[in-house]
């Protein structure tokens, strides 16, 4: 199994690469992940490669039991190359990104994708017999920075292209994408613009001001376009080597589409912070990412980049406490993962990221962390038949689509309504109860029950498919906002909700955005501060009401009866608990078992065993016992503080 850290050669002097090989052996670690963004080591002058200080470097950490996996540099692009050829992206505004960091490259330049090409090649080229070598990363986090979306004439011309080759004729766009209104009408895909800052936008506002569909191709186009981007370094290294590729993937990151990034790639890899200068996450927050990341290939994936110290850019996180690495390690192996590989073995003393600590400090005497990770590869070799191909039992699904994500940040319905956040609620309430929940599309058969929470685009063919999935038995869950748009991001003209409008057997009469907190009441009592849609049942049952102004006494929750199936229409939004006793009640009535535990205790079902975890900083009598696979002793349910249990099923 891999375990690793990220490990950067150019950054020391090689008079201590044997001896940072010694001490990452000595920690059971076994592979490298290396050189992304080493550009201008690799390439110090136009087409004058030097890989020398790689060839070394793996060689000394082979000669330690360690492997490497490879990454191409090319999210780092070298002074030379900026300064012969324009590679760098334009914002809305139409400014010239300046370098001097990273990710300043657009993929639509096609300078930038020749040189990238090229440097990839030669790698590919220099590195094929290499046995050392296991894997391949395509450059590094595409998209981190605000980086999908780029403005330039380059990008406006290969926009047009894809939408000439979608639309055929501009009539035909013009009409599907209601350009009449305001008179926005293109006489040529010559005309087409970008979503660019206009006349109707404050500076520096969020809003968006542009025609829906236009701002909804364009996201569409600008991932397509790093898919593309990415696929000519897959191709270009698949010329001379057979071993796996991969890029390192950002979790909840939402402006690629990742089901097609992965599509080229032949495993997922991500990068796992869960606690930083920006921010920490819920543990249910880091296990939905990790779901997402193993849904969107159906696949185990390994962690690229682990968090292993405080960290931070201009200002640090938190020291991951005693335990916590161990736990967070386990979390991901728990939920697909494949291997472990920590960011980064050393902190570097200068540069943006002196502040980013990794498993040892600066002065890199091996303290408490280094140990941890240590003990952990340890158990590691025990855990390792339970880890590697190993499938989770899920039980629920939440159906996450990008398409949904781009429509929901460009209309977004209501303030304070934000549908990442609506997806975690649902999730978290789900996870709260032990459900193992996946995150991805596809097989709806394979579920007791699936959330299509404000999944307003929807294309037919999925309906079809979820409609048959009903019919014979499954539970869907639907909530206000559901079906409303079509794949051109135009609301429907049917009667809401549109295209859910048979299966959830319920006309939304009326709907309103809310001032002032609104109540629901019956099966479920919640207050409700976002939305209300206001139901009117046609074959559905009742479930709660509100309890207010208007609409006091009108439905909220409804339940159809379809086929053999079920469908809950939610129409409106709940509070934290009320969201628990709703997931409960569903859960329930669809047959799945679910376990209750204080919070914080996550327990995953897996084929071959049960992982139960502790993520609070106290130790809980959990109601779990069994035989630990961890030390092979009998396990009596206690959990320390951060503590992990692997368990014979
Ligand atoms: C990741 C990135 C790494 C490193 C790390 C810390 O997003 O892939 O290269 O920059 O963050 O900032």
Redesign the pocket.
Known sequence: MIFGACYYPEHWDKTEWKHHARLMHEAGLNTIRTG??AWGVMEPEEGKFDFSFLDEAIEIFAKEGIKTILCTPTAGPPKWLVNKYDILQRDRYGNKENWGARREGCANSREYRKRSVLIAEEMAKHFADNPNIIAWQID??FG?HDSTRCYCENCRKAFSKWLEKKYVTIENLNKLWGTVFWSLQYSSFDDIILPVYNSCEPENSQSWSHNPSLDLEYRRFSSDSWVEYQKLQIDAIKKYTNKPVTH?F?GHFSDIDYYDLAKDLDFVAW?N?PDNQWGDSEYEYVSMAHENMRGVKNKNFIVA?QESGP?G?DTMGSTPEPGQLRLWTYQALAHGGEGMIY?RFKALPYGM?QY?YGILDHDGIPRRRYYEIQKTGNELKRLEPYILGAKNKYDALIVKTYDNLWAHQIKHHAKDFDYRNMLYSYYKANADLNINTAVSVGNYDNYKVVYMPAYNIVHTDEIEKITEYVKNGGTLVITFRSGTRDVYNNLFTSTLPCAFYELAGIEVEEFTALRKPAHITGEIKSEVNIWCDILKPMTAQVLCTYTDRYFKDRAAITVNSYGKGKVYYIGCDLETTAMKNLIRYISKKAGIEMIEEPHGIEIVQRDNCTVIMNHNDFAVQTSICGKSLINGENFNGELDAYGVEFIVN
């Open positions: 992304d963004f590094n986090e981190c390192n950002m990068d912070y980049e960290c850019w960011f990221e980013w």
